[in-house]
């Protein structure tokens, strides 16, 4: 499914948030019409609701839009997501989630612009790990359910097993984005992508 939102995003534009307020209001609906189940319960899962609000946010700092103070609002998201996630714990419901989401998108809208403008030397491992931060999320999932058979059969409890599995597939999803990702990368910028001033990937001419 993030491929193909992806590769709308190239295709059109109009057609991708089209496509997009159709989709989440057709997750809405059934979700609060009757509970998906089979294949159904992955595109109309309130998850990708939590991705369109990531988007959302990404959008709004590329473009932008939200001019004010970013710490007001980076400050307000932050509050919001810390309350939303203690609700959340002791009362586990999808609008609550989803209220989680959105004050994490204020962070990222706020953060963002603010990092940006300040000073802020950044150590070199972070971006590294910034780099490879996609590597890792397609991999820690299968490498996380090794990881914790593993440690049951070790009697790690369950802050080692944790540690151990976080370690882990970080280290196996940074080996991932060398040999993988990052030659895909140049493999694809070379011959049909060009590269804006700012760094951003854009639609080969």
Known sequence: MLYAVVLLFY???????????????????????????GWLRYPLSWL?????????????????????DPKPLSLLGLAAASAMLFMIHHLPANH??????????CMMVGFAPWEQSASLPWPGW?????NASYSIYLIHNPLVSITQRLAARI??????????????????GY???LLVERRFLDFFRSRFVGRSNDGVLRPGA
Do not use: C, D
């Open 11 to 37: 295709a059109s534009r109009r057609w991708l948030v089209m496509g997009l307020v159709a989709w989440g209001a057709a997750i809405v609906a059934s979700n609060l019409l009757l509970v998906p189940s």
């Open 48 to 68: 990708n609701i939590e991705f369109m609000f990531g988007g959302l946010s990404a959008w709004a700092v590329k473009s932008a839009v939200y001019r004010g």
């Open 96 to 105: 609550l989630r989803l209220l989680f989401v959105l004050g994490l998108a």
């Open 126 to 130: 972070l971006l590294l790990l910034g």
């Open 155 to 172: 009697g790690l409890g369950w802050v080692g097993a944790m540690v151990f599995g976080v370690v882990l597939s970080v280290l196996a």
């Open 175 to 177: 080996v991932y984005y």
